[in-house]
């Protein structure tokens, strides 16, 4: 005979009687079993609040130590010791961030690397950093995606306009063109209303109101409002004529000029004077002459007083003040104030005749408008109106 402790010998007893009961009491084994099956279900749950509050725990643990760590760094960096500074970086280029950013003194911009810095900082500098060249046509750029960029140009255009077929290499390129199909003009000046299709357009307009002209020839420090203006100027000094007229070999500096000479071998005349019918190849001609008719004389001689409608007439007028005479006669050493009057000098030499009476029978010539209009008035009485000086 075996004796067991007292608390096995209980449990012992206590599983025995639970055996019995469930087999002699269905009614009391299926109680039995819902009460375990809750029993886990509760320990489950319970397990489970307990993971996630642990894990809220670790994240929230996790957060300190980065705000701590962050409020380090912040510590450090006020103190001076973490602000970053470039090798060999001149005194004008030294950062003074909180942040750790390389900062430009020259404009403010903050930089996260020294690469991106250095590339920022050739903006101010200018052609002097340029080091990307292309090869195709010698233009220099601060960056290499721009020199990759502009390399396309010459490489492939794979934008095309379905409206006129130009290609481009750019979608901005192309999209930027379809305004001048869609008539689309988003950006307007404040000022006068007026709309472009580019902003950069509406920057450039923006000078005429600011009066800000920031290109300045090196030659005479004559100032222009565009770029393309100034380059167009050099063209002066340098002697370049680069448009050419095919029908008489003349050569011109800008495409506007050569495209004003052409009126003259097409005979083309396309604005009309309303007082007097009077035909002109230039806008700007037909408003000079309208002057003639409004008496309108804007241009004052500060010396005399004396007034004139055309600015030109008014320069060639201050030079009877300054006695100045700068054009030339290479035959005889004859000096003018004024092109025309050398021009009109010149024809003493050559003979040339360009002014012709059309009421003699014999079209009798003239070196000289005025004596053109003198004679004409011997035989009409009037002046001849429909022949021109121009």
Not at 132 to 152: M, N
Not at 210 to 217: A, H, N, Q, R
Not at 278 to 307: A, N, V, W, Y
Request: charged share 35%.
């Amino acid at each position: 005979m075996s004796f067991l402790p007292r608390d096995e010998e209980e449990n012992q007893h206590e599983e025995s009687t639970s055996t019995i009961d469930h087999e002699t009491d269905p009614q009391n084994g299926n109680q039995r079993g819902k009460r375990d099956r809750s029993h886990v279900q509760d320990m489950s749950e319970s397990q489970c609040d307990s993971d996630v509050k642990k894990k809220s725990e670790k994240t929230t643990l996790v957060e300190k130590r980065k705000q701590s760590t962050k409020e380090k760094r912040v510590s450090h960096l006020k103190s001076g010791k973490g602000t970053r500074t470039p090798p060999n970086m001149s005194s004008h280029m030294k950062t003074k961030s909180d942040e750790g950013l390389y900062v430009c003194e020259e404009c403010g911009k903050s930089c996260g690397s020294y690469l991106k810095f250095r590339t920022h900082m050739r903006t101010h500098t200018g052609k002097k950093e340029k080091p990307f060249t292309c090869k195709e046509c010698d233009k220099s750029f601060s960056q290499i995606s721009h020199l990759k960029r502009h390399v396309t140009t010459h490489t492939r255009k794979p934008f095309t306009c379905k409206e006129c077929d130009r290609n481009f290499c750019q979608i901005s390129n192309l999209k930027r063109h379809m305004r001048i199909h869609t008539g689309e003009k988003a950006f307007t000046c404040k000022e006068c209303d007026r709309s472009f299709s580019r902003i950069s357009s509406l920057k450039t307009h923006m000078r005429i109101h600011t009066g800000e002209k920031p290109f300045t020839c090196k030659e005479l420090d004559r100032s222009f409002s565009r770029i393309s203006s100034l380059k167009t100027h050099m063209r002066i000094h340098k002697g370049e004529k680069a448009f050419t007229c095919k029908e008489c070999d003349r050569s011109f500096s800008r495409i506007s000029s050569l495209k004003r000479h052409m009126k003259i071998h097409t005979g083309e005349k396309p604005f009309t004077c309303k007082e007097c019918d009077r035909r002109f190849t230039q806008i700007s001609s037909l408003k000079r002459h309208m002057k003639i008719h409004t008496g309108e004389k804007p241009f004052t001689c500060k010396e005399c007083d004396s007034r004139f409608n055309r600015k030109s007439n008014l320069k060639a007028h201050m030079k009877i003040h300054t006695g100045e005479k700068p054009f030339t006669c290479k035959e005889c050493d004859k000096s003018f104030i004024a092109v025309s009057s050398l021009k009109r000098h010149m024809r003493t030499h050559t003979r040339e005749k360009p002014f012709t009476c059309k009421e003699c029978d014999k079209h009798k010539s003239f070196s000289q408008w005025a004596t053109l209009n003198a004679h004409m008035k011997t035989r009409t009485g009037e002046n001849p109106k429909h022949i021109t000086s121009e």
